[in-house]
């Protein structure tokens, strides 16, 4: 399944998910209770949370994107990696690409294309938590002047 078709799913079932949860909340109001209709208030900031967090989520994946094709456009292409027999990245060539990656975003640190192929760099390595923040920052720094 690609990245797209993924993201779309998800955010569809998060929808339906806070859709659903909208229901019961309106549900816990109509019992006249202190304790359901603060219950309700509840559910309804966990929907809002939720949506504030998905739509987070799916920004921050469309402006990765731009920032990809641009930098494809640009004439860059990543170079292949030998992967593992399940399909990853190997682990010492995935440490190798990261050494390098950091020393160029410790070279060039207001420079967005180092922080992005840092953020592959630290996907290859399975660390995605801070791929994401390495892409939060190559995406802030492609937006600042």
Do not use: H
Not at 29 to 45: C, H, I, P, Q
Not at 83 to 95: C, F, I, M, W
Request: proline letters at 3%; hydrophobic letters at 50%.
């Amino acid at each position: 399944m690609k990245a797209r078709t993924s993201a779309a799913v998800v955010v569809l079932a998060t929808a339906l998910l806070g859709g659903y949860m909208v229901v019961r909340a309106v549900d816990l109001f109509r019992t006249g209770s202190l304790k359901g209709s603060l219950l309700g208030v509840g559910v309804l900031l966990l929907v809002v949370l939720g949506g504030v967090l998905v739509l987070g989520e799916v920004r921050l994946g469309a402006a990765s994107e731009r920032l990809g094709r641009q930098l494809f456009a640009e004439g860059f292409v990543e170079q292949e990696l030998p992967l593992t027999a399940s399909g990853r990245v190997e682990r010492d060539a995935a440490d190798a690409l990261f050494a390098v990656r950091k020393a160029e975003v410790e070279a060039r640190p207001d420079d967005w294309r180092a922080w992005f192929l840092l953020a592959t760099a630290y996907d290859a390595a399975r660390d995605p938590q801070r791929g994401r923040r390495a892409m939060r920052k190559a995406v802030a720094l492609e937006k600042s002047p």
